[in-house]
């Protein structure tokens, strides 16, 4: 049984912010494109060009992003009862992590990367794999992702991290 309810109780997730980590439901779609969308372009576009950045948005409509919870453990990070971070699981690929702008560097994105951990191992997975973007690179490597190589669509970069999983 997937654990519904985590909850963000500590100094390293903000001081005051209290929260919490769950599944996402179809009824979060509008609210976790909304994050995407935001991060994206306050946050990635320092690294990414406009027309990159206008690529990238048009996977993350609301229809596109209740279609990923259909086929991905998707986790919402909500905060004061709002959903402000976004991370999910496909086999053992970690996909569309992503955390408001306005509470970025809170700990948030950790969090959500330790639910896909526990996940992960609870489905007996034994690396994880993450497609970064040039912004989250950095966060990755300080959670113990490895750079393997880079991709590449059209001019998109991407950088390919795995990370082993301890016993």
Request: one cysteine or more; a neutral charge; charged letters at 30%.
């Amino acid at each position: 049984m997937p654990r519904l309810w985590r909850r963000c109780r500590r100094q390293g997730c903000g001081g005051a912010i209290h929260g919490l980590i769950r599944l996402a439901r179809d009824d979060d779609a509008d609210d976790i494109s909304g994050v995407i969308l935001r991060a994206l372009r306050e946050t990635n576009a320092k690294d990414y060009t406009d027309e990159i950045i206008e690529r990238v948005e048009r996977s993350f409509s609301p229809d596109a992003v209740r279609e990923l919870i259909a086929n991905r453990t998707v986790f919402v990070a909500i905060l004061g009862g709002r959903v402000d971070g976004t991370a999910a699981l496909d086999g053992s690929v970690v996909r569309t992590v992503f955390v408001a702008p306005g509470v970025q560097a809170r700990g948030i994105g950790k969090l959500l990367m330790a639910e896909i951990e526990r996940t992960a191992r609870d489905r007996d997975i034994s690396a994880l794999t993450v497609p970064s973007s040039i912004t989250a690179e950095a966060f990755y490597a300080r959670l113990g992702f490895n750079a393997v190589r880079d991709s590449y669509h059209g001019d998109e970069r991407t950088i390919i991290m795995e990370r082993w999983l301890a016993e």
